[in-house]
């Protein structure tokens, strides 16, 4: 696998910045802070999509790596796995967007990307046979990182990880539990078979004996049956129709006789109906009289009404239109009266709200004049605090102007009579604020930055003039000038130095006089600075309190104007109002005269119309008692005609009655009950006898079942051993097969953890030899270590002493534990690459400032160590270091610098290439800023 591109769009230093890698070992180097960690974030979050783990001692969250002001970030990592290109891109957002990341993998050989997080870091983990933790302990060496493998506590597991012997560990473990599983359902299974052939003993039969029993018991339920239906058919055939025979006749002798009761009923209904009949025609002719009576005393008291009143009441008909004719006189009247009291209502409100009003005008009149007696007073005030202002204003600026021409700083204030003009000055406050002083502090920044270069080539010359009498105090016995290489006296060099001495005295004086004027100058620029403060606090004062001020003072001149104008249109209306009240009394006396005579006629005319409403009514009463007389002649003529009816019909029902009398004599009861009793009873003794016989069959089914359902579970009990004994036998062969397959996993992954040692040993060693240089050690050992107590298997480091003893490597120094890990780390990956293939799967090897912990002449050993790594056909080696030494190991090398807005660059050259215009030896390998190459 490698890398062959990668873009960063606002990631931490990058702006937009793509880069191009070959294939080969690359140094990637540059100042601290340049940009290098940032290239290896990005290579690292594009593959897996996470943060890299310590890095410098730092962790980064995905949101730390977007670059300060920016919205989101971006990474675009191209990689190749076995001939077949990856495209993974990574977009987060900054921190407080609280958007999600996003992600996507593309390749020609997916029919669709991959998308969201998850399954993109799936998918690439799946590609590269690793995930990040693998990755880290494996293909990247990150800085700083010298006991990662000498002192983590799963070493064991991380190597056999690495090497894939943890699978073979999982197929043990998933073996075992089966094997357990195998022998835990041989166990059951005989248990509970032994249990089964304990159950056959309580059986009293076997199989033929109980398929006998059951033939016999259906035998005897045919002959049961038999008998139930020799009882059923001399019910149904004999018994039942005789009696059907009898109890009919018996019913229609019931029939009868109920029938001639019912005869006599209505004969009887008939005599009573009669006598009721007559009984009413005699109440409605008494009735009648009544009503008479009645009528004529109510003509009377109409007569009497009629004398009383001026309408015409002497018929109905009259007194219906007088009713009428009064109705409408009383609507007149009470119209003519509404509209009056409408009149006296109205113009009583009309002069009460006059009133109001006027009492409304005084009170605002009253208060506008209050009101204008203190806005006058206000105006005085608000002048005076003009005045006042414009003094305090004009004493900041005579002040402000002395202070300003003590800094050298032309105010431009203008003079009126002596005083400061203030419209000139306030005009010249914003200049003077942003322009003028803002320059001559610009001024003094260039004296000081002056006086600073002086001070440093001053400084510079005392170094010098110190070394130089370092050199005059370290010459040897021989005595040599270090200018002109002769031989010289002590006394020579005694006056040198003293002349020197001198000379730097001299020199330090100046500085220090400098340095007293830089001081000063600094001074007065940071004094320049709180005068400016003091004209932006005039501008303020004018702007936030004079002009205030002078606002005030004019919008209270005009509210006192406008408030004269109301005050006299106030006693224009108060006149008006006095002389509407005059004319709206006289108005209303009127109306009130009008409505009391209205009132007067309105009660006249309604006694009237309750007398002939009075007589209307007695009508009525005697159209009501005519009606009734009508109603109740009716009822005589209605109950002459019953009488007649009824007579006719008691006459039909004797005739009915004689007839039936003279059937029922046909029948005799007791005779039909004694024959009806007899037949129930005999259909009652068969049908118990029937029952009995039933209920014995039901018995034999019964015992059928019971017999069928013991026959069924004892086959039931043959079937379930002869399947847990072939369980049994299933389980056993089962568990012996697992048993031989652990064998062979123990086997393969003892000869493959004793295989891989002997490679990771001699690998490991190899680029220790290389690195290593001291005397101390000759070799990093490697071996396995089995804890019987837990059948685990674990990884002892250990380093040959020359005298042959062994030595725990957390006691060496930071150094030599760091080129112990180096070694281990390039050994285990060297394995990894052998196992799988350097072409294949296997990420570039990425070492992360490998000179960390490293002596010099350690650190000149790194070169042969890539020489050696570039021997095992790796495509890419990475490796990051501020140390340019390493670039004779490296096949190119990547500079990474920052740009003057502190934005990372990146140039890829040959190794060794000149930056500043090449030798001619090689060009440009892969540069793009912004996506473009």
Not at 597 to 626: F, H, L, P, T
Not at 686 to 707: F, K, N, P, T
Not at 787 to 809: A, Q, S
């Amino acid at each position: 696998m490698k890398i062959t591109r990668i873009r960063l769009q606002n990631i931490r230093s990058y702006e937009d910045q793509t880069v191009e890698f070959p294939e080969g070992t690359i140094l990637i180097h540059g100042e601290n802070g340049a940009g290098k960690t940032s290239l290896l974030i990005g290579m690292f979050g594009g593959l897996f999509l996470s943060n890299i783990t310590n890095v410098e001692g730092n962790s980064f969250n995905v949101g730390d790596l977007v670059r300060r002001g920016a919205d989101k970030g971006k990474v675009e990592l191209d990689f190749v796995v076995d001939d077949t290109e990856y495209t993974v891109e990574w977009e987060m957002p900054s921190p407080d967007s609280g958007a999600a990341s996003k992600a996507t993998l593309s390749s020609p050989v997916l029919s669709d990307p991959v998308s969201g997080i998850r399954d993109v870091q799936q998918e690439v983990t799946n590609l590269l046979g690793m995930d990040e933790d693998d990755f880290s302990s494996s293909a990247y060496v990150q800085q700083g990182e010298i006991d990662r493998l000498i002192e983590a506590n799963d070493r064991g597991e991380m190597i056999d990880s690495l090497l894939g012997l943890d699978q073979i560990e999982g197929y043990i473990e998933r073996a075992k539990l089966t094997r357990r599983g195998a022998r835990r359902t041989y166990e059951r299974c005989q248990e509970r078979r032994k249990g089964q052939e304990a159950n056959l003993e309580e059986y009293e039969k076997d199989e033929d004996g109980y398929i006998e029993e059951v033939q016999s018991l259906k035998s005897d339920i045919d002959e049961q049956k038999d008998l139930v239906q020799r009882h059923q058919d001399h019910i149904d055939e004999e018994l039942v129709p005789k009696l059907n025979k009898y109890t009919d006749q018996l019913e229609r002798y019931d029939t009868l006789s109920e029938r001639r009761e019912n005869k006599q009923s209505q004969i009887d209904d008939a005599k009573d109906s009669k006598i009721e009949a007559r009984k009413e025609r005699q109440e409605a002719k008494d009735t009648i009289g009544e009503h008479n009576s009645a009528i004529n005393d109510l003509r009377d008291e109409i007569d009497t009404l009629d004398e009383e009143t001026e309408y015409d009441l002497s018929s109905a008909e009259s007194t219906a239109d007088a009713h009428s004719e009064a109705h409408d006189d009383v609507l007149a009247a009470q119209k003519e009266k509404n509209t009056l009291e409408n009149e006296y209502n109205n113009a009583r409100d009309n002069l009460l709200d006059a009133k109001s009003d006027l009492g409304d005008v005084t009170d605002e009149l009253e208060q506008a004049r209050e009101q204008a007696e203190e806005q006058e007073r206000a105006i005085d005030e608000a002048e005076s605090d003009v005045e006042d202002h414009e003094t305090e204003l004009r004493e900041q600026l005579s002040d402000l102007a002395e202070t300003l021409d003590e800094y050298e700083v032309e105010a431009n204030f203008g003079m009126d009579e002596g005083e400061i003009d203030l419209s000139v000055a306030t005009d010249a406050l914003a200049p003077l604020a942003r322009e003028r002083i803002p320059e001559r502090r610009e001024e003094l920044g260039d004296e000081i930055n002056e006086l600073t270069g002086e001070i440093g080539r001053l400084e510079s010359k005392v170094e010098t003039i110190d070394d130089q009498i370092e050199e005059f105090e370290g010459l040897g016995e021989a005595g040599e000038c270090p200018k002109c290489g002769q031989p010289v006296e002590e006394a020579h060099v005694d006056e040198e130095i003293s002349e020197l001495e001198s000379e730097r005295e001299n020199v330090e004086a100046e500085i220090q006089s400098l340095q007293d004027d830089q001081k000063q100058l600094q001074v007065r620029s940071g004094q320049l600075s709180g005068i400016r403060n003091t004209v932006n606090d005039a501008i303020d004062f004018y702007t936030d309190t004079l002009v205030e001020a002078r606002e005030d003072a004019e919008q209270l001149r005009e509210a006192r104007d406008e408030l004269r104008e109301e005050i006299e249109e106030l006693e224009g209306d108060e006149s008006d109002l006095h002389e509407q009240i005059d004319d709206l009394e006289a108005t209303v006396e009127e109306r009130e005269e009008a409505f009391e005579e209205a009132e007067a006629e309105m009660e006249a005319i309604n006694e009237s119309r309750q007398v002939v409403k009075q007589a209307d009514e007695k009508y009525d009463a005697i159209d009501d008692r005519q009606t009734k007389i009508d109603q109740h002649q009716q009822a005589i003529s209605h109950a002459d005609d019953r009488i007649e009816r009824l007579d006719d019909q008691k006459e039909t029902y004797k005739a009915e009655k004689e007839d039936l009398e003279h059937e029922l004599g046909e029948y005799d009861p007791e005779e039909l009950r004694e024959w009806i009793d007899e037949y129930e009873n005999d259909i009652e003794n068969h049908r118990q006898w029937r029952d009995e016989a039933q209920s014995e069959v039901e018995d034999l089914r019964g015992e059928i079942a019971s017999v069928e359902t013991t026959l069924d579970n004892l086959r039931d009990l043959h079937e379930n051993i002869a399947e847990l004994e072939h369980r049994e036998r299933w389980a056993d062969s089962v568990r012996e097969d697992i048993e031989h397959t652990l064998s062979i996993y123990n086997e393969v992954q003892s000869d493959l953890r004793e295989t891989y040692l002997g490679y990771l040993n001699e690998y490991a060693n190899d680029i220790f030899k290389d690195i290593y240089k001291n005397s101390s050690y000759q070799q990093v050992r490697i071996t396995e270590e089995h804890d019987e107590t837990y059948d685990t298997y674990d990884y002892d480091i250990k380093l040959l002493r020359d005298d042959g003893t062994m030595e725990d490597p957390a006691n060496a120094s930071g150094g030599e534990r760091a080129v112990v890990n180096l070694a281990l780390r390039a050994g285990i990956y060297r394995l990894i690459a052998q196992i799988r293939g350097a072409g294949g799967t296997l990420p570039p090897f990425i070492l992360d400032e490998p000179t960390t912990f490293l002596d010099e002449g350690h650190v000149g050993q790194l070169e042969q160590m890539l020489d050696t790594i570039k021997e095992w056909d790796v495509a890419q080696v990475f490796v990051v270091s501020h140390d340019e030494s390493l670039i004779h190991g490296a096949d190119h090398e990547c500079l990474v610098t920052k740009d003057e807005g502190s934005a990372s660059q990146v140039e890829m050259r040959l190794a060794g290439q000149d930056y500043e215009g090449g030798d001619g030896s090689g060009g440009e390998l892969a540069l793009s800023d912004g996506g473009q190459s």
